[in-house]
C-alpha cells in the first residue's frame, strides 16, 4: 500500500470531517435554493448538515467540483458478508453515491435527480485489509432530462477494485408543501 497516500488521504477525510455538521436532511428547500455546486460546497463547509447515509456506512465525499465527486470509507467487519468479504452492497453504495452526486454537482438550483439505472462490475475482493477506498465519480453528460456518469473504486495504490455507470432521470424539484 502507498502509505503517503493514504496517510494524505486519511488526513484529508480528517479535515471535512472536522468542517461538516452533525448528520441530518437538509430541507427541500435548502435543495431548491442552491445548484448542486453550491449545495456540495455548503455541506463541506459545514452550512448544512451531512445525510446519515455516511455515518450509516462510514464512507464520506472528499472532493467535490462540478462534474467530479470522490467520496472515501475504509471497509470493516461490519460490511462483511457471510462469505468473508466487504458486501457487494457497501461497494455499490459507495459508487452510487460518487455518480449520483458528481451528476447533481451540474444540476441548477430547482432541479433534482434520481438513478434509474446503475451497473456495477466488481473486479476484485475488498477486504479490511485493503484499506481507504475512493470512489471517484465524473459525469460523462448531463442533459436536461438526462445524465450519465461513470465511477472507479480503487485503493492509494491506484487497484481497481469496483467499477460503475449510471444513468439518472433529471428534474423540477417539486416545491414544499404548505
Not at 484529508?12 to 445548484?35: C, I
Not at 453515491?97 to 476484485?124: D, F, I, M, Q, W
Not at 475488498?126 to 432530462?145: C, D, F, N, S
Request: some cysteine; charged content about 15%.
Amino acid at each position: 500500500m502507498n502509505q503517503d497516500l493514504t496517510e494524505q488521504w486519511n488526513a484529508q477525510l480528517a479535515a471535512v470531517r472536522a468542517r461538516v455538521a452533525t448528520p441530518g436532511l437538509p430541507s427541500l428547500e435548502d435543495l431548491r435554493a442552491r445548484s448542486g455546486a453550491e449545495f456540495f460546497r455548503a455541506l463541506g463547509n459545514g452550512e448544512l448538515p451531512m445525510p446519515h447515509i455516511g455515518e450509516t456506512l462510514e464512507f464520506w465525499p472528499v472532493e467535490w467540483e462540478v462534474g467530479r465527486m470522490v467520496f472515501q470509507g475504509t471497509p470493516h467487519i461490519g460490511h462483511y458478508n457471510p462469505i468473508g468479504s466487504v458486501h457487494g452492497g457497501w461497494i455499490a453504495a459507495i459508487l452510487d453515491s460518487a455518480v449520483g452526486c458528481a451528476v447533481h454537482s451540474t444540476l441548477p438550483a430547482g432541479t433534482g435527480y434520481t438513478t434509474v439505472e446503475l451497473k456495477l462490475n466488481y473486479v476484485r475482493a475488498v477486504t479490511m485489509q485493503t484499506g481507504p477506498l475512493r470512489a471517484e465519480g465524473k459525469v460523462i453528460h448531463a442533459g436536461k432530462q438526462l445524465a450519465t456518469a461513470e465511477g472507479r473504486l480503487h485503493d492509494a495504490r491506484g487497484k481497481l477494485y469496483a467499477h460503475a455507470s449510471t444513468t439518472c432521470m433529471v428534474f423540477p424539484m417539486p416545491r414544499a408543501k404548505g
